[in-house]
């Protein structure tokens, strides 16, 4: 009978597996368990790291195509940190300023939407919000683009006017439906 040491696995950790020899003393045999059991260990880490990559590279890479198939997802992309503009197009330049017109009180939005893509789109319609000292909106109205289409890179002036606008407003913010908002004007 063999002696308790030979029964006993020489651990190889060069190549993660055992060595053995069988009861009755014939060659050495490789026992594949340990070899698995400390793949699985490193592997399973390894595999999760991969496949969260792989997940991330998608999204940043299509996140653009998705969320214009699908612009409820521009939000949960821009938490992400991803920039999403599913209109490609934009709002620049937006100045407001209080006027009088037949001895009422006007608001006047002035600014431009700019066609960020490289083909004509259609301009999207306007929602303008007018913003408390706290920046909620507190009053808000759609108008039309100044134009119907935009031609590729294309910008387009526009102006907006709301008669009597609330005391309380303090700023404007322009947004296109379904597309990027301007930073909030003062008046």
Not at 73 to 90: K, S, Y
Not at 112 to 136: F, K, Q, Y
């Amino acid at each position: 009978m063999p002696s308790a040491s030979l029964l006993s696995p020489i651990e190889d950790r060069t190549f993660g597996f055992a060595l053995h020899r069988d009861e009755a003393g014939r060659p050495w045999t490789v026992s594949a368990q340990a070899s698995v059991r400390s793949s699985k260990r490193v592997l399973g880490p390894v595999a999760w790291v991969f496949a969260s990559f792989g997940v991330w590279a998608l999204l940043v890479g299509t996140h653009a195509r998705i969320a214009r198939l699908a612009p409820t997802t521009a939000p949960l992309f821009a938490a992400l940190g991803l920039d999403v503009n599913p209109t490609r197009m934009g709002v620049d330049h937006v100045a407001s300023r209080l006027d009088y017109e037949d001895g009422r009180q006007i608001l006047i939005v002035d600014g431009e939407i700019r066609n960020l893509a490289s083909t004509p789109r259609a301009a999207p319609r306007m929602r303008l919000s007018v913003l408390d000292a706290g920046g909620r909106e507190i009053y808000h109205w759609i108008a039309a683009p100044p134009k119907a289409r935009l031609a590729a890179g294309e910008t387009a002036e526009f102006r907006a006017r709301l008669a009597a606008p609330p005391k309380d407003g303090q700023r404007i913010r322009v947004r296109l439906a379904g597309g990027p908002e301007s930073p909030a004007a003062p008046w």
